[in-house]
T-cell receptor, first 112, second 114 residues
Framework: GENVEQHPSTLSVQEGDSAVIKCTYS??????FPWYKQELGKGPQLIID???NVGEKKDQRIAVTLNKTAKHFSLHITETQPEDSAVYFC???????????WGAGTKLIIKP | DSGVTQTPKHLITATGQRVTLRCSPR?????VYWYQQSLDQGLQFLIQ???????AKGNILERFSAQQFPDLHSELNLSSLELGDSALYFC?????????????FGPGTRLTVT
């Protein structure tokens, strides 16, 4: 079945710098790739998603890129701010699969 | 606030017991998902209901069961509890039956089994 690997497990960056989190998936039929942010004590919240017919999507300081050939997708956060500190999860799904397959999460720490 | 409510917030119980976790989805959402998140772990999908019918099953143990009622609220029943069942249990809702859309997560129920 589908498997999603997420790296790194922890990422510490200086405030104002960029952060990149990468995920790889195993099944080339996957066609939907969301990213969720989980703040301490809260449930995850969708921050951006991308479908397989698009290579890149941006929303202000956040962008996601998808490389279907290499079967990986990445979350890019520019000009990081203290409020970006959280755990970020990637996920993948395909039409024939009725569930999201989740990565293990990345704890992002923004250093002042 | 996602609009998804979960009760109770915290639950402490003993091994062998049975508990029921409750979820009310956002107004208008027909899909309800249940997830388990153990300490410092990712999200494990348990089960999904859409408009009262079971739609997808993940790694849900036989000791666990769920249902979605006509008013669309859902309950997750955990029985014969073991220490390893201690975790955060999240409910999420969405408008769609398919997973390619935003899921709105509740604040979670923290279950501690002693």
């Amino acid at each position: 079945g589908e498997n999603v690997e997420q790296h790194p497990s922890t990422l510490s960056v200086q405030e104002g710098d960029s952060a990149v989190i990468k995920c790889t998936y195993s099944d080339s039929a996957s066609n939907y790739f969301p990213w969720y942010k989980q703040e301490l004590g809260k449930g995850p919240q969708l921050i951006i998603d991308i479908r397989s017919n698009v290579g890149e999507k941006k929303d202000q300081r956040i962008a996601v890129t998808l490389n279907k050939t290499a079967k990986h997708f990445s979350l890019h956060i520019t000009e990081t701010q203290p409020e970006d500190s959280a755990v970020y999860f990637c996920a993948a799904s395909m039409d024939s699969n009725y569930q999201l397959i989740w990565g293990a999460g990345t704890k992002l720490i923004i250093k002042p | 606030d996602s609009g998804v409510t979960q009760t109770p917030k915290h639950l402490i119980t003993a091994t062998g017991q049975r508990v029921t976790l409750r979820c009310s989805p956002r107004s208008g959402d027909l899909s309800v998902y249940w997830y388990q998140q153990s300490l410092d772990q990712g999200l494990q999908f348990l089960i999904q209901y859409y408009n009262g019918e079971e739609r997808a099953k993940g790694n849900i143990l036989e000791r666990f069961s769920a249902q979605q009622f006509p008013d669309l609220h859902s309950e997750l029943n955990l029985s014969s509890l073991e220490l390893g069942d201690s975790a955060l249990y999240f409910c999420a809702s969405s408008t769609r039956a398919s997973v390619d859309g935003e899921q709105y997560f509740g604040p979670g129920t923290r279950l501690t089994v002693t």
